[in-house]
């Protein structure tokens, strides 16, 4: 529980934030705001996974996240993540911002930067990792919502996803306790493409050269890019069944998220999972 709490001190205390981590890091369910506002959120997940990748085994984490959306579309955010059983007494923190955009009622979108600050002793798949730009555009055609989401990370190392997403939320005209609260659903379904560096990355930063593929020249234990690591693939195929319940100020959601990686390369021998995340977060307007 003290971990917890110190999460979201740093988080709270560090920025005011906004986005998805990109338009909120906080629920699926989730939908821009358009006026100045300040959120914060605290979640649980099932395991850490990242564009599709998870680590050799599973890392059940606590996150916090902090939000602040300006009226003409600017954002700042932050977010604190600690995986439970392991020492560190946080993994990551992330910080970022950026500027949501909206063309018409149907089409917008945003930019961001984000940079990834990790303990030096976290085992997350994320580590191999270091910044990232984000553009995410999004039309609702009304049966559905689509989206294309372009990322660029770049640090320890380099690569490129892109990420389709199609999406219907509907919500309850009928309330639960009073007038002021509804059910919503926001079920999708997801596929990643792109390139895989950061699990070669992940692999030479925590030592399993000898279980990696591809990843020294024997014998004289030169490193090197793996050839598979580097080509533009498909990477994860995922449907999910997000559930909240909702308040004029606050969300409270449940999710469950089915994956299957495919073109799993290195150490990551990833299969089907079920995810379940559980995530509050509540809007200061």
Known sequence: MKYFCLILFLITC??????????HTVADSDTVVRKQ???????????????????????????ADAIYNTKNGLFIYGSGLKVLGYSPVFDEVDLGGG?????????GGSVSYTR?????????IKSGSSNDVNWNNSYDWK???SGIILDY????????FVTITNSKYFETNWSIFDDKDYLSFNPGVNIILGTQNFVQRYSLDHEYQNEADNIYIQPVNEPRMAHENGMFNMLNYSFKIPIAYNRPHYTFEFSYKYSIPV?????????????????FYYVFY
């Open 37 to 63: 506002s300040a959120s914060v959120g605290v979640a649980y997940g099932s395991d850490a996974m990242f564009f599709g990748r998870t680590g050799p085994i599973k890392y059940p984490f606590v996150s």
């Open 99 to 107: 500027y949501l955009y909206k063309f018409s009622k149907d089409f």
């Open 116 to 124: 990834f600050i990790f303990n030096r002793n976290a085992y997350i």
């Open 143 to 145: 049966i559905a919502k």
């Open 153 to 160: 990370l770049f640090g320890k190392s380099h690569d490129y």
């Open 14 to 23: 560090n920025r005011l934030t906004a986005a998805n981590l990109r338009l």
């Open 263 to 279: 073109n799993v390369e290195g150490i990551l021998m990833n299969h089907r999972e079920s995810f379940y995340n559980l995530t």
